[in-house]
């Protein structure tokens, strides 16, 4: 018994140190917040410092408000995104100013009356800091709040520091349709594809340097980079734990696939809202896929498992209080992503659109589409007629990519 005992203490101190050995291997970026408080802390003294961020901004488990008020820095003032400073606002609702009941700091909305800061908000500040998580989606509303406080900020005088957190999708997936200005609105701003392979910190830079933002000659703009992060990574080669960016995005394969299937929300086709699973279920209550439509499907993409389902959104409080055809049984698709380096999620979610519309018999488009994915719903519709964005995106993608690589902060290799 004794020597057993021992045999197997000493397998598991073998499994305990491989473990260890392996973890030690594996890549670890570390994220912009982290640089600043190993290097750039004590430029903050005597500065009254206004944060612009939610629950994504966190380092080593702790949020950077908790992490900087323990440091001493002078936090003076929250500023609330889209779903709110500390994350608890669904999709689109309007969010109001407050007082933050853990700090007691006032909060101030970009996403109510105003979004963007006024002067009286920035009277409080002599510095900002935002730090989000992005995604990697044009149509994610981050990079366009970002160009609204580079603006505000601009013609108050006062500097912004974007603390430089990964691409989810990586920094080489350029993919989808340009924006074009017909179509530009707050869910689409920029002329930039639908999937822009580039990080907030590099896409503030691109948008002073090419004056898409108004007062850009005079933005004071400082980007804290990253410490190893490649282009060509994925989430899962960071090291770095998901922490939801916005309630519907609960795992890194929700947010990928979401820059595909963001579509549906411009078709009267359930995304998945008021499910487990949003941007991963897609159905409606007329949808009549046969196993045509699914052979099409897996034969087309890799990376992804693709299964008819049936499904029925609820009200989900926080999350989506009233989702398309909540309470109805919907039939449609679920998708599993088994290997997100495999497959464009762009073409992904436009290659089921087309599949989709083809098996609803009321499916239609409406506008919404327009400003998601940036073109002319017509356009749009004879493009996947035709079966000639692929050479569209081609196109753009190449331009796109050469223009915005004076930008880039980040090379193949690690930094």
């Given at each position: 018994m004794k020597r057993m005992a021992v045999l197997v203490f000493y397998l598991l101190f073998c499994m305990l140190v491989t473990a260890c050995s392996f973890s030690q291997l594996q890549p670890k970026v570390k994220v912009g917040a982290e640089?600043?408080?190993?290097?750039?802390?004590?430029?903050l003294e005597g500065k009254r410092v206004g944060l612009v961020m939610?629950?994504?901004?966190?380092?080593?488990?702790?949020?950077?408000l908790d992490t900087l008020l323990a440091s001493g820095v002078n936090v003076t003032a929250l500023f609330a995104p889209e779903h709110g400073f500390r994350g608890d606002v669904g999709a689109g609702e309007k969010i109001e100013d407050g007082i933050d009941q853990a700090t007691g700091l006032p909060v101030f909305s970009l996403y109510g009356d105003t979004k963007k800061p006024t002067p009286d908000m920035l009277e409080k500040v002599d510095l900002l800091l935002f730090d989000m998580q992005d995604v990697g989606g044009r149509f994610y509303t981050y990079n366009v709040t970002l160009g609204n406080i580079i603006s505000a900020t601009a013609s108050e005088d006062v500097p912004i520091w974007v603390l430089d957190r990964p691409n989810p999708a990586g920094g080489e997936l350029i993919s989808g349709w340009m924006m074009q200005k017909d179509h530009q609105s707050f869910v689409g701003r920029y002329p930039i594809p639908m999937v822009h392979g580039m990080t907030l910190g590099e896409l503030a830079k691109m948008m002073v340097g090419e004056q898409w933002i108004p007062n850009a000659d005079d933005a004071e703009v400082k980007v804290i980079p990253m410490k190893g992060w490649e282009?060509?990574?994925?989430?899962?080669?960071?090291?770095?734990?998901?922490?939801?960016?916005?309630?519907?995005?609960?795992?890194?394969?929700?947010?990928?696939?979401?820059?595909?299937?963001?579509?549906?929300?411009?078709?009267?086709?359930?995304?998945?809202?008021?499910?487990?699973?949003?941007f991963l279920k897609i159905g409606s209550p007329t949808t009549q896929l046969n196993s045509g439509h699914i052979a099409q499907l897996r034969r087309s993409f890799s990376g992804v498992n693709i299964e008819r389902i049936s499904f029925t959104p609820k009200a989900i409080p926080g999350k989506s209080r009233n989702p398309d055809f909540k309470d109805e049984r919907c039939h449609g698709i679920r998708i599993q992503v088994t290997d997100p380096t495999a497959f464009d999620p762009v073409k992904l979610g436009v290659t089921l659109l087309s599949v989709m519309l083809d098996a609803t018999p009321d499916a239609e488009l409406n506008d919404f589409i327009q400003k998601l994915s940036g073109i002319d719903k017509k356009k749009l519709l004879r493009q996947l007629s035709k079966n000639t964005y692929l050479e569209n995106w081609e196109?753009?993608?190449?331009?796109?990519?050469?223009?915005?690589?004076?930008?880039?902060l980040y090379n193949e290799s690690s930094m």
């Open positions: 640089v600043l408080l190993e290097n750039h802390i004590t430029e939610n629950p994504t901004a966190r380092v080593a488990g702790s949020h950077m282009r060509s990574m994925r989430w899962s080669q960071t090291g770095l734990d998901w922490i939801s960016p916005s309630p519907n995005l609960p795992t890194f394969d929700h947010a990928f696939v979401y820059l595909g299937t963001v579509l549906f929300e411009g078709v009267n086709i359930s995304e998945g809202r008021g499910t487990s699973d949003p196109k753009t993608g190449k331009e796109f990519s050469e223009k915005r690589s004076r930008y880039l």
